[in-house]
């Protein structure tokens, strides 16, 4: 039983194992969960704001871009009478009129960014590495936001055109006869493909991970899937909270701090495996947070 203990922990997955531990990644996890909270908030109100000038008025694509946003995160959303944190009726543009509107606009966008200031310190803690220059960091953070916003259109786009053709096929077969993987297959897929461009963004962008071989690829493509899973177990959770007496009000905060703590252990997770078979990584890691 000791040689097996021993090998198991010799090997990259219990190496990566005791560098998530020694850098303390469950409680660095829990501190980006919490800054999640004021993060969503501001860039719900951000993509509002965005979306008011590239979308006329609540069309097929707004509402499909809140769909995308409510799977990518489960309870954010009220989806099919399940409580969420907000509703999407509510959200209202800001003016961005003036230098208070774009002082405004500003501030959003930098709270909006507090996320993934905290992912991309402890992601880079978990690689190793230093935290680097704070202009170039916020910079990076900016990019990322940028581009995830690009993602979930995208995202948005390819269900509305995936959903026109399920109506198509439901034409040709006839009332019935739809297999189900029509309806939902289109959209796991583009769910998927949207968490690996999150889960890339955030190694690649924020980490600053090099593509050397196919390791990179794997952790990717395998966090991405995880992230995927935790998805659908996590909406499972907003039904069954939804009917429980005590947890029914608070189920969508309780959801979101629970679902964003595991995104963000599953991301250290695979940091620390890339910083552990990374040849090029110093000879002693950082014990303590990289500076955001």
Same mark, same amino acid.
């Given at each position: 039983?000791?040689?097996?203990?021993?090998?198991?922990?010799?090997?990259?997955?219990?190496?990566?194992?005791?560098?998530?531990?020694?850098?303390?990644?469950?409680?660095?996890?829990?501190?980006?969960?919490?800054?999640?909270?004021?993060?969503?908030?501001?860039?719900?109100?951000?993509?509002?704001?965005?979306?008011?000038?590239?979308?006329?008025?609540?069309?097929?694509?707004?509402?499909?871009?809140?769909?995308?946003?409510?799977?990518?995160?489960?309870?954010?959303?009220?989806?099919?009478?399940?409580?969420?944190?907000?509703?999407?009726?509510?959200?209202?543009?800001?003016?961005?009129?003036?230098?208070?509107?774009?002082?405004?606009?500003?501030?959003?966008?930098?709270?909006?960014?507090?996320?993934?200031?905290?992912?991309?310190?402890?992601?880079?803690?978990?690689?190793?590495?230093?935290?680097?220059?704070?202009?170039?960091?916020? !910079? @990076?953070?900016? *990019?990322?936001?940028?581009?995830?916003? $690009?993602? &979930? +259109?995208? /995202? #948005?786009?390819?269900?509305?055109? =995936?959903?026109?053709?399920?109506?198509?096929?439901?034409?040709?077969?006839?009332?019935?006869?739809?297999?189900?993987?029509?309806?939902?297959?289109?959209?796991?897929?583009?769910?998927?493909?949207?968490?690996?461009?999150?889960?890339?963004?955030?190694?690649?962008?924020?980490?600053?991970?090099?593509?050397?071989?196919?390791?990179?690829?794997?952790?990717?493509?395998?966090?991405? !899937? @995880?992230?995927? *899973?935790?998805?659908?177990?996590?909406? $499972?959770? &907003? +039904?069954? /909270? #939804?009917?429980?007496?005590?947890? =029914?009000?608070?189920?969508?905060?309780?959801?979101?701090?629970?679902?964003?703590?595991?995104?963000?252990?599953?991301?250290?997770?695979?940091?620390?495996?890339?910083?552990?078979?990374?040849?090029?990584?110093?000879?002693?890691?950082?014990?303590?947070?990289?500076?955001?």
């Amino acid at each position: 039983m000791r040689r097996v203990v021993a090998r198991v922990t010799a090997s990259v997955w219990g190496r990566a194992v005791a560098r998530y531990t020694r850098h303390h990644g469950g409680l660095l996890a829990g501190g980006i969960a919490y800054a999640s909270l004021a993060s969503l908030a501001a860039g719900l109100l951000l993509v509002a704001t965005v979306a008011s000038f590239l979308v006329i008025g609540r069309g097929e694509l707004w509402d499909t871009m809140v769909d995308v946003v409510a799977d990518a995160v489960p309870g954010l959303f009220p989806v099919d009478g399940q409580p969420g944190l907000v509703d999407p009726a509510t959200l209202h543009p800001t003016a961005v009129t003036g230098v208070v509107g774009v002082v405004a606009l500003v501030m959003l966008a930098r709270t909006a960014t507090g996320y993934l200031s905290g992912l991309r310190a402890a992601v880079r803690t978990m690689l190793g590495r230093e935290g680097g220059n704070a202009v170039t960091g916020r !910079v @990076a953070d900016a *990019v990322t936001l940028l581009a995830l916003g $690009l993602v &979930v +259109a995208v /995202a #948005a786009v390819v269900q509305v055109a =995936a959903s026109s053709f399920a109506v198509t096929l439901a034409g040709w077969w006839g009332e019935g006869g739809t297999p189900v993987w029509t309806l939902r297959g289109p959209a796991m897929v583009a769910a998927l493909v949207a968490d690996v461009a999150f889960v890339a963004l955030v190694y690649l962008v924020l980490g600053r991970v090099r593509w050397r071989d196919r390791l990179v690829m794997v952790t990717i493509l395998g966090v991405a !899937v @995880a992230i995927t *899973v935790l998805q659908q177990l996590s909406s $499972l959770l &907003v +039904a069954s /909270a #939804a009917h429980h007496v005590i947890l =029914a009000p608070f189920a969508a905060v309780l959801v979101i701090l629970l679902f964003t703590s595991l995104v963000a252990q599953v991301l250290l997770l695979g940091a620390a495996l890339l910083g552990e078979v990374n040849p090029h990584k110093a000879a002693s890691a950082p014990t303590t947070l990289a500076s955001p």
